[in-house]
């Protein structure tokens, strides 16, 4: 190939690389958490995106507030749309951390030859203002928007104070990183009179302030969370992700890998995620089998599957359900499709429903589901909840309580089960409650050879029944 072939070709894989550069948006493919933040947005005025640093939490950030200022969403867009120009602001912990992030990631670097190398495309870009004081922090920027109109994005800081975030309208606001909860609040005003929303991306360092207490202890139909770990941020190698995880100190550890605020003694469970996962196997037919039922009203209603090995007492997590607003046969029918093993369940399912005056319990065992005989309770009959919090914590500290590593919506949970004034907060615990039943109820867990019996007597008593011959092998209500 003659030189001037080569130049040409360099020439066009240049042209190729600035135009890819400067038309990041149209190449988003969000991550599953990505997704699931961005969906939200739909029906919520409030979310939040829990995560780790480097995990893609802030990129997720700066790719919705460019869809909303140029109203180019992608095809598979299912969050909100607007038809029209929108007036949005950013905002970052101090002037120079605003532009660091927020303004590098939306607009590009360095600045300002690599304008429009950002998550707004350059043939958008229609101008903007300098800030003062701090060296190439933007003040605002002009965003053409597919409708014809223009769009309006100003940089705020939250070390400007809550008064530099008061007086105007505005349709959508992005915190990068924790906002002050007065600074929070005031940007909920803002967006009041256009019904807009907030959406708002950190990393969990401040533990258990007012602005997490707001998602995690005061759930509305506005609010939404979503936790996104080291393990959903699919850039991160599995063989980088042990030497990026042992860089950071213990204490910080879970913050910055898993997204976990740094709940101090208010969090439940404190022993790290990576002591309790387990690659999935074949359960011996040996080892008990046992279910936990978590009745659903108001929450999702949520099973987990107990395999037991009675040789050492430890206990594997296999398998989970959960699932909101469905009748008790569809989720029985979830619960037949899996493993038939006893099913421990919580006092509350002995109450009856309002129309048919049937307990729940009672219902599930209509359809099929083996239910044991009385609700979740210790040898002594005793219901502690204390009890089997510490019965898990010990099995978990001891390498006796596993969970299969793909249990993702365990996990979630897990991360966040926490106290506030000494109580349980009984927010998104529903399958951490069902893992506490089926604990409590261990000693009721049956082997396959057991189940297989089981089926088989099961069989014997259909053909049989019109003798009145009673094959109820392990004395369960049917």
């Not at 979310?47 to 109203?71: D, I, V």
């Not at 915190?175 to 007065?182: A, L, N, R, S, Y």
């Not at 979740?376 to 019965?391: K, P, Y």
């Amino acid at each position: 190939m003659s030189n001037d072939n080569i130049k040409n070709l360099n020439e066009i894989l240049g042209e190729i690389e600035r135009r890819r550069n400067e038309a990041k948006l149209d190449l988003y493919q969000p991550y599953k958490k990505q997704l699931d933040f961005h969906a939200l947005g739909r029906d919520k005025r409030e979310r939040l995106l829990f995560a780790g640093n480097q995990q893609g939490k802030s990129y997720c950030g700066a790719m919705e507030t460019a869809m909303h200022l140029t109203g180019k969403y992608p095809d598979w867009w299912t969050g909100r749309r607007w038809s029209r120009p929108v007036k949005m602001w950013a905002g970052g912990m101090t002037g120079l951390a605003t532009r660091d992030n927020p303004q590098r990631l939306l607009l590009g670097e360095p600045w300002p030859q690599g304008i429009g190398t950002g998550t707004i495309p350059k043939e958008d870009i229609v101008d903007y203002s300098m800030a003062r004081g701090v060296s190439d922090a933007v003040d605002s920027v002009i965003i053409k928007h597919v409708s014809g109109g223009a769009s309006q994005l100003n940089f705020k800081s939250y070390e400007q104070g809550r008064t530099k975030w008061q007086g105007s309208t505005i349709d959508a606001i992005w915190f990068d990183e924790e906002p002050p909860f007065d600074i929070y609040t005031e940007g909920l005003a803002r967006i009041t009179a256009t019904k807009g929303m907030t959406f708002t991306t950190f990393t969990p360092l401040l533990g258990m302030s007012e602005t997490v207490r707001r998602f995690l202890d005061e759930p509305t139909e506005d609010r939404a969370t979503v936790t996104m770990t080291i393990i959903d941020a699919e850039h991160i190698a599995p063989e980088d992700r042990q030497r990026i995880i042992d860089g950071y100190p213990d204490f910080e550890r879970d913050a910055r890998i898993n997204g976990v605020p740094m709940l101090g003694s208010g969090r439940i469970f404190q022993i790290a995620e990576d002591k309790l996962r387990c690659d999935p196997f074949e359960i011996p037919k040996y080892w008990g089998r046992i279910a936990g039922l978590d009745i659903g009203v108001e929450h999702p209603t949520a099973v987990v599957w107990l395999a037991h090995n009675r040789d050492d007492d430890a206990v594997y997590l296999t398998d989970i359900y959960a699932a909101s607003d469905k009748p008790v046969f569809e989720h029985a029918h979830e619960i037949q499709k899996r493993l038939r093993c006893p099913v421990a369940w919580p006092h509350d399912a002995n109450s009856r429903d309002k129309g048919s005056g049937i307990s729940i319990a009672a219902q599930y065992r209509r359809h099929g589901v083996n239910m044991l005989p009385g609700h979740a309770r210790w040898d002594d009959g005793s219901t502690s909840v204390e009890a089997g919090i510490e019965d898990m914590r010990e099995r978990m500290i001891t390498s006796r309580f596993k969970v299969f590593s793909h249990l993702e919506d365990w996990f979630s949970e897990y991360r966040l089960y926490h106290r506030k004034n000494g109580l349980i907060v009984k927010e998104k615990d529903d399958l951490l409650s069902a893992t506490r039943y089926a604990v409590m109820s261990l000693r009721f867990a049956k082997t396959a050879q057991d189940l297989d019996r089981r089926r088989h007597d099961h069989q014997r008593q259909r053909q049989t029944v019109a003798k009145g011959i009673d094959y109820n092998l392990f004395g369960y209500d049917r």
